[in-house]
T-cell receptor, first 114, second 117 residues
Framework: AQSVTQPDIHITVSEGASLELRCNYS??????LFWYVQSPGQGLQLLLK??????LVQGIKGFEAEFKRSQSSFNLRKPSVHWSDAAEYFC????????????FGPGTSLSVIP | GAVVSQHPSRVICKSGTSVKIECRSL??????MFWYRQFPKQSLMLMAT?????????EQGVEKDKFLINHASLTLSTLTVTSAHPEDSSFYIC?????????????FGPGTRLTVT
């Protein structure tokens, strides 16, 4: 069965520290992957996406993610976190073979200590 | 860029009534749209795939008679929650795929917050 896991339910980091949010997936076909951010009561904002090509993807707000097929992972990173990065982060996976349905992970809540 | 809108953004209805939520692709045609629901402090769960000109495909466990989906045109899909109950209170989000130039990217609407009293 297709699934997306985000092992960390909640992460707290200090402002200025580096960040890595983990995402693992289980898919039968070649996936494409996304990271979204959601502030309380708001809609989704796309941070970055991977369809093919270079496995290191640059996104908005200084985020990047690396697709590692051998580890079925797509971890999100940021070298220096800002207080405004506090939000809920969702990893999502889709594939053409599944009719382009996108499945979301459970999310990781990020808190930033000033 | 591709824009998806939803209407209304918030709706409050009484238990037993029906409510319709619209999802529109504003600057592109979408043969396929998707409907998600999100409970507080939870992730998005795919409810159904809406196909223009044909019946929607529902995910396992989603009641098709309760959540009626109509993809009336290439830019509009509607979700009607029939005989709503308090447990249907949730954040409903739609997305649409822009198939132009073979793009597989989906664009999400801003969501509709439904409260059933």
């Amino acid at each position: 069965a297709q699934s997306v896991t985000q092992p960390d339910i909640h992460i707290t980091v200090s402002e200025g520290a580096s960040l890595e949010l983990r995402c693992n997936y289980s898919y039968g076909a070649t996936p494409y992957l996304f990271w979204y951010v959601q502030s309380p009561g708001q809609g989704l904002q796309l941070l970055l996406k991977y369809f093919s090509g270079d496995t290191l993807v640059q996104g908005i707000k200084g985020f990047e993610a690396e697709f590692k097929r051998s580890q079925s992972s797509f971890n999100l990173r940021k070298p220096s976190v800002h207080w405004s990065d506090a939000a809920e982060y969702f990893c999502a996976v889709g594939s053409a073979s599944s009719g382009d349905k996108v499945i979301f992970g459970p999310g990781t809540s990020l808190s930033v200590i000033p | 860029g591709a824009v998806v809108s939803q209407h209304p953004s918030r709706v409050i209805c009484k238990s037993g009534t029906s409510v319709k939520i619209e999802c529109r692709s504003l600057d592109f045609q979408a043969t396929t749209m998707f409907w998600y629901r999100q409970f507080p402090k939870q992730s998005l769960m795919l409810m159904a795939t809406s196909n223009e000109g044909s019946k929607a495909t529902y995910e396992q466990g989603v009641e098709k008679d309760k959540f009626l989906i109509n993809h009336a045109s290439l830019t509009l899909s509607t979700l009607t929650v029939t005989s709503a109950h308090p447990e249907d209170s949730s954040f409903y989000i739609c997305s649409a795929r822009d198939y132009r130039q073979g793009s597989r990217e989906q664009y999400f609407g801003p969501g509709t917050r439904l409260t059933v009293t």
